[in-house]
Nanobody, 125 residues
Framework: QVQLGESGGGLVQAGGSLRLSCAAS????????MAWYRQTPGKQRELVAS???????NYADSVKGRFTIARDNAKNTVYLQMNSLKPEDTAVYFC???????????????????WGQGTLVTVSS
């Protein structure tokens, strides 16, 4: 079983910074993509930033220049450094990973998507 453990959310004033962390644990062969999504009440979950194993990075337009995603492959961990935070960044942030796991007894692998439990980020004005 694979789990994603998130940390780093909290309350911050507008203009401040927070750093989110997400570590994958359990049994898996490799991690392809790791990403951060966010969601506010009544809205769909939206992609904030993603990073593919080869360090190809993608950001939502709303966070470009303010947020930075990075991953430590040795620690199976992805980070989201959030600077110049705005009240509209307030949301529950979810970590997502796309992994390769072995199919038991079959000698082959399949893709598995896993979500973290979410961490609340609140930006006060």
């Amino acid at each position: 079983q694979v789990q994603l453990g998130e940390s780093g959310g909290g309350l911050v004033q507008a203009g401040g910074s927070l750093r989110l962390s997400c570590a994958a644990s359990g049994t898996f062969f490799s991690i392809n993509t790791m990403a951060w999504y966010r969601q506010t009440p009544g809205k769909q979950r939206e992609l904030v930033a993603s990073i593919i194993r080869g360090d190809r990075i993608n950001y939502a337009d709303s966070v470009k220049g303010r947020f930075t995603i990075a991953r430590d492959n040795a620690k199976n961990t992805v980070y989201l450094q959030m600077n110049s935070l705005k009240p509209e960044d307030t949301a529950v942030y979810f970590c997502h990973a796309d992994l390769r796991v072995e199919v038991p007894g079959m000698g082959r692998y399949r893709n598995l998507e896993v979500w973290g439990q979410g961490t609340l980020v609140t930006v006060s004005s």
